[in-house]
T-cell receptor, first 112, second 117 residues
Framework: DQQVKQNSPSLSVQEGRISILNCDYT??????FLWYKKYPAEGPTFLIS?????DKNEDGRFTVFLNKSAKHLSLHIVPSQPGDSAVYFC???????????FGTGTKLQVIP | DAEITQSPRHKITETGRQVTLACHQT?????MFWYRQDLGHGLRLIHY???????NKGEVSDGYSVSRSNTEDLPLTLESAASSQTSVYFC????????????????FGPGTRLTVL
């Protein structure tokens, strides 16, 4: 049972445009959400996160939006750059617990 | 600088062999995790540990074991390797944080690509 779902395995975007990566979750107990970025032959690295008490969190070019009623979150990258080309994993957890549930990942390609 | 390392980076073994993947972190984190990454499944938790002598099963623990004898290391053992265990394995560590956000960000190692023939 996949509790965190990323339904788009891949996405291509032109450089300078907006990239929108989507994620859905089913477990209503999740109250903290994270995005990790992964380059080939490297481990995932933390990118940005959001608590369930917020609906938006911004960090430079990266913004995460949370819609709790729809159990949906999205990552916006504006403007997209070729160096953003990577696999992005959505993840969810319950605050106070260390276990994290990851989605299947979306491979983003930013075309120069 | 603190880091988390995995060895070997690549391993080829035969069905039925015992294999141990090493994970070493110098963050002095209490929490350590093992994941496997497979196409279509993302990262799935195998085992995790909240401290020395503590180990817990994750969602895909069958055929794997871990032991935690010190803070820095969490080796992952495949008791009798199977072709279904061909995968990329990632180790991660984190520490408990206090405060409103409880970020507990996990730091990942570079991964071990394991092939079971």
């Amino acid at each position: 049972d996949q509790q965190v779902k990323q339904n788009s395995p891949s996405l291509s975007v032109q450089e300078g445009r907006i990239s929108i990566l989507n994620c859905d979750y089913t477990n209503s107990m999740f109250d903290y959400f994270l995005w990790y970025k992964k380059y080939p032959a490297e481990g995932p690295t933390f990118l940005i996160s959001i608590s369930s008490i917020k609906d938006k969190n911004e960090d430079g070019r990266f913004t995460v939006f949370l819609n709790k009623s729809a159990k949906h979150l999205s990552l916006h990258i504006v403007p997209s750059q070729p160096g953003d080309s990577a696999v992005y994993f959505c993840a969810a957890k319950i605050r106070g617990y260390q276990k994290v549930t990851f989605g299947t990942g979306t491979k983003l390609q930013v075309i120069p | 600088d603190a880091e988390i390392t995995q060895s070997p980076r690549h391993k080829i073994t035969e069905t039925g062999r015992q294999v141990t993947l090493a994970c070493h972190q110098t963050w002095n984190h209490n929490n350590m995790f093992w994941y496997r990454q497979d196409l279509g499944h993302g990262l799935r938790l195998i085992h995790y540990s909240y401290g020395v002598q503590d180990t817990n099963k994750g969602e895909v623990s069958d055929g794997y074991s871990v032991s935690r004898s010190n803070t820095e290391d969490l080796p992952l053992t495949l008791e009798s390797a199977a072709s279904s265990q061909t995968s990329v394995y990632f180790c991660a560590s984190s520490e408990w944080t206090s405060g409103r956000d409880f970020t507990d960000t996990q730091y990942f190692g570079p991964g071990t690509r394991l092939t079971v023939l």
